[in-house]
């Protein structure tokens, strides 16, 4: 079997005399040698610094109070925290003893494992879990395993200075207990293919390799069956595209690093023979490179799926994945970038690393990935998704199109969103998660009915709903079983960037194909976007384009009628929690302006015969006020065929503060679609200035060399390729 | 008459020999030796290295264009914005030729007014003009005097670069046609006692200055009727209390700072002998403390009457004053602190002194005024305004309660009204003006129709509506006639501080009194607000109690049923623009968490039988969407006397970055009102870890010494003076 040669090939077949040996303490994170030279570097590069200063700010605060173990509580409630806390304190003491040799860090970590070798026998399953797999300490698994990673950090920092009997009492009450727990006695969450699996593997694996036993590595490497169905390795081949894209998303990729960087880094310290870092062609580095170049150009994730809207590179997963895959890896100056950004190294040779190099340079290195394109699904066949940039630094544009797989369990029904980040900030939106995590009166912190009935639905992204109905029917398996298709993917011309998707499989009898562009023309101040969705069916139906937006809507051409009460703008897939504000008919061109920061937006819509606009914004069907209130625009026309034909300019500058206000308006004026068939399509954009594009794309099958000439209203329109603009002055 | 003889003791009335002879150039805000010092101290002080570095910026930026001196334009647009760099340029320009001597500088100033002296001549009355005095640059005569101000300066500096022709053709085309338009030609603008009035007259007076001409000066001073019903000094002494609160607000006399330190500076220099800063007990002075002092932590000011919600300290009419005063008024390390965050100085020899003294402090001085009350009205009398402060910097908790006079045109029906600022933010907000400043698409950028019909009623503040009607009916001049009267204000015990206020002007046949507290207990992470909003009444009425927040509702102990479908709270006095997303009926106490920035905060409501509670939010009846949209939370109840008694107790910590949350329930359980009389109302607080304190509050007249004695439900209550809480930990 493919599985069982590339575990052969890995050599990770590890036998207990590899471990059985004199073994040193620390090993699996830090050596005496790392920690020997932190100690020496220290006042001289400022990132360290900066990391040691909150270090011991961290056990300042944790030696002001007494040592609390706690019995196990509530999600989000005290005792949850305190176990939280307390897993962190412990790691950073640990670390902190080898660093500085100061006795005070170990008897800390000493201490507080005393308390739990006294609490743990007593527990059982906690009583307060909820359709997830338990811990003892914890309401779910999950969190025992974070323990159990940051712990056995400690506790290898610590076994010298431990008495054997110390260390027998630890293992005998806690650890090992613990780590059955996780593996064999709950082997289905064990052995899942899932971020879940990756954290029990990782924490029962990285136990194994301190105390020396390899059942638990061998458990963790290759599932508790040893079938190849489950274990870190099978997590390697099947949760990453090829390209490194992981299909849960930005958001979930950065949460699954933590584990796989710090076992892999503990085998590869171990028990470097199994080149965890080289398997599947390095597909840790490229885990790690597809989640920082997916983010938005200030750090932030992009929340794609189930997300919240602010997790980023700075959270401390990425941080310990930077510096390992720097160490690793080699250096790279986006890998600094991003350490600037973080403003934090992890501690130990691998963050010493970065902060010497992030000193030694004369400028900060700006994080700027440029645009790129990852293919989704295991096989790397499975759709994908599509990032245009343009401009360097935290004030960069860039456009996101999502065209891979529905992403299991925490995937939306949202195949050919888009979201547009500019002036950094994520201007066209994507909601996220409907959840306040973490927050006990908001169910527990626990994910909330709203994100089922609004955020996972079609309507609340910015892509296409027909006839008021979520992609696939909202029905999670069908989703999960199709994908769109990859049409054609160009970022050579910085002048006129594009990328195309499409699909027949989310909608029944209907056909979709959406064409963005990102084009800078010398006469407008910032990049615009361009955007191209088309839909062809055998019968009518009524389409949705809506644009999620935030901040003020500042002035629109359509001569709309605002409600005077408020009613839901439907019943389901979304629509029963967006309140109708305002409607308006038109058959021409859709221009609507809002500001968002310090910056003015327009969209301008090609206009079509009997055309609804419709503005609303979230907050109905909303009976425990969990939804956040936000605009959005509604395009909507009943057709067969469609082409709903888009710019998105950003404009202007606003400043409340200065009471600085200039071109409010904008320079396109207008969109118009001048013929689109199955060939390609052709659409006219028009503003000041002698600005005149023609913006021609194909529709048929991609081909960079293919020669097209559409006539249309009596004109023939020619290009090769995919696609082209012209009249964009450089 | 008492102005004139102030006149006599100022000896303000120069006579013409005291300009007439050999005038220096630059003098009326920076002399020859000032520009020299600063040449020499470039390089040695942070701050003034930052402002010349930026002042340069913008000349450079200036430099790369054409000048560009167009016919007016309307507000907003692009002649507009470009007239007001213009001056921004030329001021700019005239005082770095002065710092450098590099006469590029000048010869921009030159160049530029060259263009002036073509066009101003040409122009009339600007067409635009709606509903103010016109310029001719500019739709109002108020940008005309801002342009005149800047521009003087800059006259000023290149007086000596320049020909005595090109002297002649500037003043007789473009100086005196203005100076004249803004005085004699429009004497009810330039004698008005208003801040337009300021501008007017210090632009006038500072061009007289700087060309000789004392009448000029003498209009300035003393109106054009010379009468002492107009000009700078009368404005001196009528648009200050005695403490120097601007009856318009902060937001205003932020504005009005600017002419009147201009002026007040160039007379100093040119005319020592008036001593305009020792005016009037140096009103001056106390007007700037006033300004700053009514700031949040943040330099933000409180959005009282007609204000943007973002106006602050480092505006740079601050700057201007802060530096101003500094040198004039002495040394003061709250100014170098109000500097600090400015991170901007003038360029003269006061901005030299400011950056010099502030490089030298070892720590930067934090901004920190303590609690403060002012009066309000020219013979503060009428009212006032209260702060109570707690903690320092930044993330000092502070409440304002405003009990003062309407305030003119820019005034709203707001008395007894409250803010409150805690971690950083503003959490219990005032609206402000609804306006979208210098936003051309939204009416010009002018105030919009809701700031009548909601911004300025009452129900958009934190105060108790009666029968659902604003105060006074909406009358302003019936509104302008009366204030609250002061009760008590004491912020003497750190612990415990309080403010009361009352009136039974404002509503006919009710009387209101409000005492609010702010509470510092050990067994509370930070200061909390205790509210007690009293009414009496012979016959019963509807009483709204309001609290506007931000961010998300989290938790609320009524069991509310939420609208279907929504309707707008009412059909006048601003109720008309909230729509009404919730409500419920309670007898008991009523408990709301809401979330805002990284904290938690809860209202516990006193409960009383029959209480409505509405979950309600802006947006309603508003045709443009001008308003912003956010929530509010009002608890209604029918009664004759009602005393509303309320805790607002920020707690907890929530970082979505982090995934933390702490403590999101609040450790205050219950309010209970344990009896209210004439002569002072008692109520009970208690919550977790034995917190219970009995809060009694004076209802009757002011007297620190009087001993009072109340018996409800059979005990009696006992204290002594205004106010007392029992059972505060210290």
């Known amino acids: 079997m493919k599985f069982v040669r590339r575990l052969a090939l890995l050599g990770v077949l590890c036998g207990a005399a590899s471990l059985a040996g004199a073994q040193p303490h620390p090993s699996i994170f830090i050596t005496k040698q790392e920690a020997a030279a932190i100690r020496a570097a220290e006042g001289k590069y400022p990132l360290l610094d900066r ?32 176990h939280k806390q307390n897993y962190r304190e412990m790691q950073t003491a640990g670390l902190l003893y080898q660093i500085t040799g100061d006795v005070r860090y170990a008897r800390f970590v000493r201490d507080m494992l005393e308390k739990y070798a006294v ?30 990673v940051a712990t056995t950090i400690a506790y290898d920092c610590v076994y010298d200075f431990l008495s054997p009997a110390e260390r027998a009492r630890f293992e005998t009450n806690v650890f090992r207990p613990m780590a059955s727990w996780l593996s064999r006695e709950h082997p289905h969450e064990f052995d899942r293919i899932h971020n879940h699996g990756t954290w029990a593997t990782a924490s029962v694996g990285m136990l194994g390799l301190v105390i020396g036993d390899t059942t638990y590595v061998n458990d963790a490497l290759k599932g508790t069956t040893r079938d190849g169905s489950g274990g870190f390795v099978r997590q390697l081949d099947l949760l990453f595209s090829p390209d490194g894209y992981y299909m849960e998303g930005p958001y979930y ?22 080149r965890l870092y080289a398997y599947r062609d390095s597909i840790l580095k490229k885990g790690l490179y597809s989640a920082v170049q997916t983010a938005y150009p200030n750090g932030v994730f992009a929340p794609i799926n189930d997300a919240s809207r602010t997790m980023s590179i700075a959270s401390p997963e990425v941080v310990l ?6 160490d690793r890896y080699g250096p790279n100056a986006n890998l600094l970038g991003a350490a600037a950004i973080q403003n934090d190294v992890i501690l130990n040779g691998a963050g010493l690393k970065v902060a010497r190099d992030l000193a030694a340079r004369t400028a900060t290195p700006k994080m700027s990935f440029g645009s790129v394109e990852f293919t989704d699904g295991p096989d790397g066949k499975r759709g994908g998704l599509g990032i245009l940039r343009s401009g360097a630094g935290q004030h960069a544009t860039m456009l996101l199109m999502k065209y891979g797989v529905h992403g299991q369990g925490h995937g939306h029904f949202d195949k050919l969103h888009f979201t547009f980040f500019d002036d950094g900030r994520e201007v066209v939106p994507d909601y996220g998660f409907a959840r306040w995590i973490n927050i006990e009166p908001k169910l527990g912190g626990r994910y909330l009915p709203e994100n089922d009935t609004y955020a996972m639905q079609t309507i609340a992204h910015n892509t296409v709903t027909v006839d008021q109905r979520t992609q696939n029917d909202a029905n999670e398996d069908k989703d999960e079983a199709v994908w769109p298709e990859r049409h054609f993917f160009d970022a ?71 409600a005077a009460s408020l009613e839901p703008l439907g019943a389901k897939f979304g629509y029963e929690h967006l309140w109708n504000e305002a409607s308006a008919r038109t058959d021409s061109t859709v221009r609507m302006t809002w500001l968002d920061g310090n910056r003015y937006y327009s969209i301008t819509t090609a206009g079509a015969p009997g055309t609804d606009v419709i503005f609303a914004r979230t907050g109905a069907s909303d009976p425990n006020f969990n939804l956040i209130v936000e605009p959005l625009m509604i395009v909507r026309r009943r057709a067969s065929d469609m082409l709903f034909a888009s710019v998105i300019e950003p404009h202007g500058y606003f400043s409340e503060l200065e009471e600085r206000s200039t071109n409010a308006r904008g320079t396109i004026e207008s969109v118009r679609v001048l013929g689109s068939s199955a060939e390609g399509s052709v659409v006219e954009v028009a503003g000041k200035n002698g600005l005149r594009w023609t913006v021609m794309v194909t ?22 390729g995919n696609y082209a603009v012209q009249g964009v002055q450089r």
């Open 699 to 720: 529709n048929g099958p991609a081909s960079a060399t293919a020669r097209h000439a559409l006539t249309f209203g009596g004109q023939t329109y020619s290009w090769t």
């Open 321 to 326: 994945a930077v510096d390992l895959a720097y």
């Open 492 to 562: 050579s011309n910085p002048a006129v960037q594009a990328m195309s998707a499409r699909t027949d499989k989310h909608y029944a009898g209907v056909a979709e194909q959406r064409t963005m562009l990102l084009v800078r023309d010398a006469r407008l101040p910032y990049p615009v976007v361009v955007d191209l969705f088309r839909l062809t069916s055998a019968a009518p139906h009524s389409y949705d384009y809506p644009l999620h937006f935030r901040g003020q809507l500042i002035a629109t051409n359509t001569t709309y009628a605002r």
């Open 253 to 274: 990729i950065r949460y699954a690093l933590m584990p796989f960087y710090y076992f892999a880094e503990a085998v590869q310290r171990r028990q470097p023979s199994a």
């Open 51 to 82: 990391s040691l200063r909150e270090a011991r700010a961290t056990m300042d605060s944790a030696f002001a109070k007494p040592i609390d173990v706690p019995p196990p509580g509530e999600a989000g409630g005290y005792e949850h925290e305190r």
């Open 119 to 148: 609490l743990y026998p007593t527990l059982g399953a906690h009583p307060l879990n909820k359709n997830q797999s338990a811990g003892k300490l914890f309401h779910q698994a999950l969190n025992e395993a974070n323990w159990l």
